[in-house]
């Protein structure tokens, strides 16, 4: 009996070290430092970029992919650095103070001397195809904080790309299309500061994706 306990128990270990050795890879939609816009004219203003309003079934520290029309997979294998929401507004917050050249003052107290633009931004679909394609659709609003009427802008696009190869291929592609919705958000800031009569911009593809109004 107690030989039998003994083997129990170690079958059980080395089945536990088997489940612990599966490789984890842990990605991020925070592009290296250097990539991207080129030098860009400074903004008149400073940014504060909300918090990232995800869809539920999205916000999991697995990657979620799409599997045909209707069904969905969570990899235990493929994960997020850090909560989804939080990737994505650290990646647009990056992306957008190099476009605009300023600065991002979220958390931090508001100078007196420069207008602050806040951005806030709703994820309504992030989606990867493996070995396919990627897809951002969101909504975004913006406006001047502590301006009399609280004008706001608010606008919508969708970003598609190719994006064929493994599952780094699929997160530096989901990259690319934060990068084209940030030209997409500076454009629409720029004018907004210009002018209240601004609309919401319509841009070209950038770097493969096909972003509409």
């Known amino acids: 009996m107690k ?3 003994r083997l129990f128990r170690l079958a059980a270990v080395a089945g536990l070290a088997a489940c612990s050795s599966t490789p984890l890879h842990y990605h991020t939609l925070l592009a290296p430092a250097g990539q991207g816009a ?15 309003g ?12 799409r599997q045909g029309d209707s069904s969905i997979a969570l990899l235990e294998g ?41 951005i806030k931004l709703q994820v309504r679909r992030f989606d990867i195809w493996p070995g396919q ?6 909504d975004w609003s913006l406006g001047l904080a502590d301006e ?8 919508r696009g969708r970003f598609d790309m190719a994006t064929p190869g493994g599952y780094p ?6 990259q690319r299309l934060i990068a084209a919705l940030a ?18 911009s319509i841009m070209p593809s950038t770097a493969g994706a096909i972003s509409g109004g």
């Not at 030098?39 to 504060?48: C, G, N, T």
């Open 183 to 200: 030209d997409r958000i500076a454009a629409d800031a720029r004018a907004w500061s210009r002018s209240r009569q601004a609309g919401c």
């Open 133 to 138: 394609r990627a897809q951002l659709d969101a």
């Open 78 to 118: 493929e994960r997020w650095a850090g909560p989804l929401d939080d990737e994505v507004r650290a990646a647009l917050s990056a992306n957008l103070t190099q476009r605009l050249a300023t600065q991002d003052i979220a958390g931090l107290a508001r100078p007196g001397d420069k207008p602050v633009m806040r």
């Open 38 to 52: 080129a030098a860009a004219q400074p903004a008149p203003f400073l940014i504060e970029v909300l918090p990232v």
């Open 148 to 155: 009399a009427g609280h004008a706001r802008l608010t606008c």
């Open 3 to 5: 030989r039998m306990l």
């Open 54 to 65: 995800i869809p539920v079934q999205l916000d999991q520290p697995q990657l979620v992919v």
């Open 169 to 174: 291929a699929q997160v530096q592609g989901q």
